[in-house]
């Protein structure tokens, strides 16, 4: 069983949250999560000895290729030149594809409260995500800290991030919402007394 969990890990198809008992320092119970399937990765082929093998596709791309490169004469270096010119320009476009703006918003409408929480704190923090491995690096560094934050409206959220905005004088994290959400921000410190990270 758990060689299946570490698998499903490893392809990036779950994520496990490991909850500890803070007191005993033992860990208790995990938590798993279903990762958006866009970020998942495709397992290799194995042979019976557990190594790497190829599939038929790729046996099949490697033999067309080699006849491929057999008929085509020496003069047509041209023709591959373009090609991979080609295949250089579609895979830019294809990464130019990938918006954080547009992830963003899938997040603000997921039903998950964690991961609404999580794209209010990026939006807030404009946080500049290159491409989906970062953001989903980053959503499972922060998933246990939104997660102590869910019973939080968005407005008391938003008004702690605001005031570590204006007072904290380290950088802050969810981690750091989560410890300031029930104080009393106002009596706490005024705008020319700073808080430090002690």
Do not use: C
């Not at 194995?46 to 093998?53: E, H, I, V």
């Not at 057999?70 to 591959?80: I, S, W």
């Not at 605001?162 to 750091?176: C, G, H, I, R, V």
């Amino acid at each position: 069983m758990r060689n299946h969990i570490r698998k499903l890990e490893e392809w990036n198809i779950i994520f496990v949250e490991r909850e500890r008992d803070w007191e005993t320092k033992k860990f208790k119970n995990n938590i798993y999560y279903l990762l958006d399937r866009s970020e998942w990765k495709k397992p290799e082929a194995t042979d019976a000895l557990g190594k790497p093998r190829a599939s038929h596709d790729t046996n099949q791309r490697q033999i067309t290729t080699k006849n491929q490169r057999h008929q085509l004469p020496n003069k047509n270096t041209k023709v591959e030149v373009n090609t991979l010119k080609k295949t250089q320009i579609a895979s830019a476009n294809a990464d130019a594809v990938w918006r954080l703006e547009d992830k963003l918003k899938e997040m603000f409408s997921a039903h998950r409260r964690d991961i609404h929480i999580i794209a209010l704190y990026y939006k807030h923090k404009k946080f500049r995500f290159e491409n989906g491995d970062q953001l989903s690096s980053g959503i499972k560094r922060d998933l246990r800290a939104a997660g102590m934050l869910k019973g939080y409206d968005d407005n008391r959220i938003t008004a702690v991030m605001q005031w570590l905005d204006e007072n904290a004088e380290f950088k802050w994290s969810l981690e750091t919402i989560h410890k300031y959400i029930n104080e009393n921000l106002e009596k706490m410190t005024t705008r020319t007394e700073r808080v430090v990270k002690i």
